[in-house]
C-alpha cells in the first residue's frame, strides 16, 4: 500500500464517521457547533498520531497477553498531556469539551487503529495512517457541526448569520441523530460516485 492511499483512507474509505460508524458518543455530542467538532477532531488527531508513533515502535517488543493494557497506557499518557495542555492554553475549548477529552482514552477509533494499524506496521506508515484518520474525523466533526449550528442557531462558527432562532431539535440530541443520519447517506452516495 502507497503513503498515499495509507493517508488518504481516512478520509473516505475509512473515515470514522461516516463509513467506520466509530467514535459516536462524542461524534453526537460535542457536534453542537462547527468549532466544538474541530477542537474534538484536533484532539482526537493529536492522541491518534502520537499513539500510533509509539505502539508502532514498542508493538514488537510487548507480549501479546498484555498489548491492549500497555497501549491503554500509551493512549492515556497522550491524553494526559493533551488535558494539560488544552488546561493551559485553550481553557473555553477545555470546559466546553469536558468529560469528552479524557474519555478519548477509549475511543474506538484510538483502540482500533492502534490494534488493526499502529501494532502491525512500521513508524512512518503509522504515523500518516493516525493523520489520515484524524484528519478524516476532524473534517466529518465540523461538517456535522457546521450544519447543527447552521440549523440550530443560524451561526457559523459562531457569526451569526441570520436573526431570529433556529430549529431548537438542530442543537439537541436527536439533531444530531437526523444530521448524522443525513450526512451519513450524502457521503455515502458521493463516495461510491469515485
Not at 489520515?132 to 447543527?148: C, K, P
Amino acid at each position: 500500500m502507497s503513503k498515499l492511499s495509507i493517508f488518504t483512507k481516512g478520509f473516505l474509505k475509512e473515515n470514522p464517521t461516516f463509513v467506520l460508524l466509530l467514535g459516536l458518543c462524542p461524534t453526537l455530542a460535542t457536534t453542537t457547533t462547527a468549532l466544538n467538532g474541530v477542537g474534538m477532531g484536533l484532539a482526537t488527531l493529536f492522541v491518534l498520531v502520537l499513539s500510533n508513533i509509539v505502539i508502532s515502535a514498542i508493538a514488537p517488543v510487548v507480549p501479546d497477553k498484555v498489548h491492549i493494557p500497555v497501549y491503554i497506557v500509551v493512549i492515556a499518557t497522550f491524553v494526559t498531556i493533551l488535558q494539560f495542555l488544552m488546561q493551559a492554553y485553550t481553557p473555553g475549548m477545555y470546559k466546553s469539551l469536558g468529560l469528552f477529552i479524557p474519555l478519548i482514552v477509549v475511543n474506538c477509533i484510538v483502540l482500533g487503529r492502534a490494534e488493526a494499524f499502529a501494532s502491525k506496521n512500521g513508524i512512518l506508515d503509522s504515523a500518516l495512517d493516525g493523520l489520515g484518520i484524524g484528519l478524516g474525523f476532524t473534517v466529518s466533526l465540523m461538517v456535522l457541526g457546521l450544519v447543527r449550528e447552521l440549523l440550530g442557531s443560524g451561526s457559523v462558527f459562531g457569526w451569526k448569520l441570520f436573526s431570529g432562532d433556529g430549529i431548537l431539535v438542530f442543537v439537541m440530541a436527536p439533531g444530531a441523530f437526523l444530521v448524522l443520519g443525513y450526512l451519513m447517506v450524502l457521503f455515502n452516495k458521493l463516495a461510491k460516485k469515485e
